[in-house]
């Protein structure tokens, strides 16, 4: 893992799995749905025509973001390189492709903008 976030990604998954303690199956449900709507929002974004860098695109990656800031903080490396993963982890390729096939490139090119404004640095936990 440490080859796709980065030498810093330990710290993500006990991050994760402090955020995470004490959750039952519908929290996890819970967050899935947020997370699937968000990419739902997004694929009718980006099928009325609206580009990865644009500001309403880019606030939508606010909300992606936020979300994941709950569980750890992503810097500029590790949010990038959380894109690639959307792009070229089959898994998460596919779960993102199941709200939308198109969706996953373009995500990762609004991650990627959005990634260029964060700090660079450790992950914080």
Do not use: C
Not at 58 to 66: A, F, G
């Amino acid at each position: 893992m440490e080859h796709r976030l980065g030498p810093d990604a330990d710290g993500v998954f006990i991050a994760a799995e402090a955020a995470t303690d004490g959750w039952e199956v519908t929290d996890y449900e819970l967050e899935a749905t947020r997370s699937r709507e968000l990419l739902r929002r997004m694929a009718d974004l980006m099928h009325h025509g609206t580009i990865p860098t644009d500001a309403n695109a880019q606030r939508l990656i606010d909300e992606h973001h936020n979300s994941i800031v709950r569980f750890w903080v992503p810097n500029k490396a590790s949010y990038s390189a959380l894109a690639d993963l959307y792009l070229n982890d089959d898994q998460q390729h596919s779960w993102i492709a199941s709200v939308d096939p198109a969706l996953p490139p373009w995500l990762a090119t609004a991650m990627k903008t959005h990634a260029s404004r964060l700090p660079s640095g450790n992950f914080d936990s």
